[in-house]
């Protein structure tokens, strides 16, 4: 099983250690796990394992639009914080029409939270998880938790 994350603009400090987070958490659910990310939050990635103990393979999430294909995944998890983060995961969502999809969404301002939703929600068929939280992971942790639970034991809402 293989797995992709996508990580946009690390503005929101509590992305990195979900990242790490989410990636050990599917290593240990047998995926491999391929990040796309931009090249400040591939950065943080990379300086939060130095040892790389979170074995996963990294790519650029512009230049990898072009080459991703359906099939190469079964499971998508976008970390939506922002418009520009929303516009990533729809586009990556459009190209892998038949691949599990969960949108992390998370903002400390509930009402961005509210608007990236409805972005996601229209465009895609994606669970959608949502969590206000911004310096403290605890909320999106316990929001991906749950989501992981419906979507890969199939009982999507």
Same mark, same amino acid.
């Given at each position: ?24 958490? =599917? &290593? ?11 090249? %400040? #939050? %591939?950065?943080?990635?990379?300086? *939060? ?27 998508? &998890? ?6 520009? #983060? %929303? ?9 892998? /029409? ?5 949108? =992390?969404?998370?903002? !400390? ?12 929600? /229209? *465009?895609?068929? #994606?669970?959608?998880?949502?969590? !206000? %939280? ?5 909320? &999106? ?5 749950? #989501? =992981?639970? /419906?979507?890969?034991?199939?009982? /999507?809402?």
């Amino acid at each position: 099983m293989k797995a992709l994350l996508l990580l946009g603009c690390p503005e929101i400090s509590s992305q990195t250690p979900m990242a790490m987070y989410t990636c050990s958490k =599917l &290593i240990d659910l047998g995926y491999d796990v391929t990040i796309s990310a931009n090249p %400040a #939050a %591939a950065k943080l990635v990379k300086v *939060s394992d130095p040892k790389g103990f979170y074995k996963h393979k990294s790519v650029n999430i512009d230049n990898y639009l072009d080459k991703v294909q359906d099939e190469d995944f079964d499971l998508i &998890i976008g970390f939506v914080h922002k418009d520009s #983060a %929303a516009t990533y995961f729809i586009t990556y969502c459009t190209l892998m /029409e038949n691949t599990k999809k969960i949108a =992390l969404v998370f903002n !400390r301002d509930q009402a961005l939270v509210n608007e990236l939703v409805e972005m996601v929600d /229209e *465009s895609t068929d #994606a669970y959608i998880a949502t969590a !206000r %939280a911004y310096h403290n992971p605890n909320p &999106i942790k316990v929001s991906l938790n749950k #989501a =992981l639970d /419906e979507v890969l034991n199939n009982n /999507e809402d």
